[in-house]
Each structure stands twice: as structure tokens, then as C-alpha cells.
């Protein structure tokens, strides 16, 4: 069964940093791509970025280049979404998501809720 | 790249049909048959509808359907359902192993 499992709830607060994280099982993470895709709290879907599993090859939304870095570890079927400086403005459910990097996302992860405040 | 455009909400009865639209531009919807539909409800994750346009993922139920005509690709949903009240996204592929959402519409079920 392909599950994607990411990490728990973060309460930061401005300038802190960030790094959360999206499991994958149950298939060949080498194979696929994982996207982050950013909800902020009553809005729409936000495409971020994607990284490919085999050989972290990274695209950015270019609302996002310079505002995150995406990474992931093979070794541990794991993709990461760090920030250096997080703002208010980040506060947001994060999913993560598998791709085949052109047709679709078809499993997801369950979301980060990601709240900075001071 | 800017975000597809989506009407905000659409209604029906139960058993009516209703059809979201999802307007792009040539350098996605336009220019791609990588066009997928996620519903979302409310606290949950989106789940994948629809993708390559017009196919159905398994366990989808067959009320379910998609088309493109140029820049706009469409959802149908044909039967509506109580269940299908959620939140709908299109997501286009826009080139270099990027995509775009769209706006997302609320569908209410009256």
C-alpha cells in the first residue's frame, strides 16, 4: 500500500528555522517525483515545488524559488521543506504528494500545519 | 505563472448534474492533456478525481468525468451526491515539471 506520512504540527515563531518532512512506502521512491503543494488557512491549493526521488532533481514554482529548499534522502524514502527565516505569512498546511512528475499527484500525505507566530 | 481560473461555487440537487470549469492558457491547460481534478473536504487531503483529463482513477465512481477544449478543461458531475459537497482543484502540468492549480470551487449540494 503507497502511503505518504509526514511529520507532526510546528509551532515557530518569525526568523526561526523549519524542516519538515514526507515518508514514502509501499513503492519505489526512486521512481517517482514528491511535490509540496502549500494551503494557507481558508485559501486554495498552492503548487511549490517537486523533487525527484532518484536523483533529487528539484523544480520551483517561481513564487517559491528562494523561499524554500526542497531535499530528499533516499536511503530513507524521505523528502524534506525547510525554511531559513519563516514569516507569519507561512502559516500553512503543507501536503506532500507523489508524482510521475507530468500527468498527476495521486497520493498524498496527510499535511504539516506549519504556524508562526510570535 | 498565474493560478487557472475556476467559478468560486457551483450548486445542485441531489441527482442533478454540475459541471466546473477551469480556464488556463496556452502554456498549460492549452497546451497539455495532463489536466487533473482533486476534491478536498473540509480538514482532509485533496484526493485525485480525475487525471490525464479524462481518465478515472480506480475507485472513482463513474459519475465522475472530465473533458478539455482548448485553454478550459471541465468536471462534470453527473448523479450529485450529499458526499460530493467538497472543495474541486484542477491542476494543469505547465512545462519543466511544473504544474498550476486552479482557484478551486466550492459545490454545494442543496
Known amino acids: 500500500e503507497v502511503q505518504l506520512v509526514q511529520s507532526g504540527a510546528e509551532v515557530k515563531k518569525p526568523g526561526e528555522s523549519l524542516k519538515i518532512s514526507c515518508k514514502g512506502s509501499?513503492?519505489?521512491?526512486?521512481?517517482?517525483?514528491i511535490g509540496w503543494v502549500r494551503q494557507m488557512p481558508g485559501k486554495g491549493l498552492e503548487w511549490m515545488a517537486i523533487?525527484?526521488?532518484?536523483?533529487?532533481?528539484?523544480k520551483y514554482s517561481p513564487s517559491f524559488q528562494g523561499q524554500v529548499t526542497i531535499s530528499a534522502d533516499k536511503s530513507i524514502s524521505t523528502a524534506y521543506l525547510q525554511w531559513s527565516s519563516l514569516k507569519a505569512s507561512d502559516t500553512a498546511m503543507y501536503y506532500c504528494?507523489?508524482?510521475?512528475?507530468?500527468?498527476?499527484?495521486?497520493?498524498w500525505g496527510q499535511g504539516t500545519l506549519v504556524t508562526v507566530s510570535s | 505563472q498565474s493560478a487557472l481560473t475556476q467559478p468560486r461555487s457551483v450548486s445542485g440537487s441531489p441527482g442533478q448534474s454540475v459541471t466546473i470549469s477551469c480556464t488556463g492558457t496556452?502554456?498549460?491547460?492549452?497546451?497539455?492533456?495532463?489536466v487533473s481534478w482533486y476534491q478536498q473536504h473540509p480538514g482532509k487531503a485533496p484526493k485525485l478525481m480525475i487525471n490525464d483529463v479524462s481518465k478515472r482513477p480506480s475507485g472513482v465512481p463513474d459519475r465522475f468525468s472530465g473533458s478539455k477544449s482548448g485553454n478550459t478543461a471541465s468536471l462534470t458531475i453527473s448523479g450529485l451526491q450529499a458526499e460530493d459537497e467538497a472543495d474541486y482543484y484542477c491542476?494543469?502540468?505547465?512545462?519543466?515539471?511544473?504544474?498550476?492549480f486552479g482557484t478551486g470551487t466550492k459545490v454545494t449540494v442543496l
Open positions: 509501499g513503492y519505489s521512491f526512486t521512481s517517482y517525483w
Open positions: 496556452s502554456s498549460d491547460v492549452g497546451g497539455y492533456k495532463y
Open positions: 491542476c494543469s502540468y505547465a512545462g519543466r515539471y511544473t504544474f498550476v
Open positions: 523533487i525527484y526521488g532518484g536523483d533529487s532533481d528539484t
Open positions: 504528494a507523489r508524482s510521475d512528475g507530468v500527468s498527476t499527484s495521486d497520493y
